[in-house]
């Protein structure tokens, strides 16, 4: 259990409207990860966090920002919801030096 | 860039048979592999993993894979698979220098039957 919790577990919103999720670590470590999971896409890279304010694009990154203030909190924030942005969403974190991921519970986000 | 390749959506067996899933990766670096098991409506857990040394390496759950450079592969495998193991399972591949960003295929969903 690498201590990753996810907030909300579930959310319904309508397009246009802004969305914060927040993911909680409880062990200090650097790299942090939001993907989002689609049916025939598996996990796709959104955004990612190698520190405090160091922050950088994934593959899927278009429509969505991210933020770390602090160590142990990775937001990422859908400015205006569209609906192709209905998905699970994941945030990991990677022990340094290992390349291993660990994942949170997720995120189902649906937008309507 | 690199990829993964799980050429298998959907695969079905029967409970007790023997079980292999597929991973092809492309990139010419040494890539360390990885293993990643989704039960429904949950996260993912990490099943195994290769670095580098012996290129048969054992995981949780009774799993094993073998990396293969020449095929560039890390084919998944299990001898005797249990109704328990139904699931999604995902390769992922990563490299050094690449903040230890991971990418993932697009998982192929086991199904047991008894």
């Known amino acids: 259990d690498a201590g990753i919790t996810q907030s909300p577990r579930h959310k319904v919103t309508e397009t246009g409207t802004p969305v914060t999720l927040r993911c909680h670590q409880t062990?200090?470590?650097?790299?942090m990860y939001w993907y989002r999971q689609d049916p025939g896409h598996g996990l796709r890279l959104i955004h990612y966090?190698?520190?405090?304010?160091?922050?950088d694009k994934g593959e899927v990154s278009d429509g969505y920002s991210v933020s770390r203030s602090k160590t142990e909190d990775f937001l990422l924030t859908l400015e205006s919801a569209t609906s192709s942005q209905t998905s699970v969403y994941f945030c990991?974190?990677?022990?340094?030096?290992?390349?291993?991921?660990?994942f949170g519970p997720g995120t189902r986000l649906t937008v309507t | 860039a690199q990829s993964v390749t799980q050429p298998d959506i959907h695969i079905t067996v029967s409970e007790g048979a023997s079980l292999e899933l597929r991973c092809n990766y492309s990139y010419g670096a040494t890539p360390y592999l990885f293993w990643y098991v989704q039960s429904p409506g949950q996260g993912l857990q990490l099943l195994l993993k290769y670095f580098s040394g012996d290129t048969l390496v054992q995981g949780i759950k009774g799993f094993e894979a073998e990396f293969k450079r020449s095929q560039s592969s890390f084919n998944l495998r299990k001898p005797s698979v249990h109704w328990s193991d139904a699931a999604e399972y995902f390769c992922a591949v990563g490299y050094t220098g690449t903040a230890s960003k991971l990418t993932f295929g697009t998982g192929t969903r086991l199904q047991v039957t008894l």
């Open positions: 062990e200090n470590h650097r790299y």
């Open positions: 990991a974190i990677s022990v340094e030096n290992s390349y291993e991921q660990y």
């Open positions: 966090s190698y520190g405090v304010k160091d922050t």
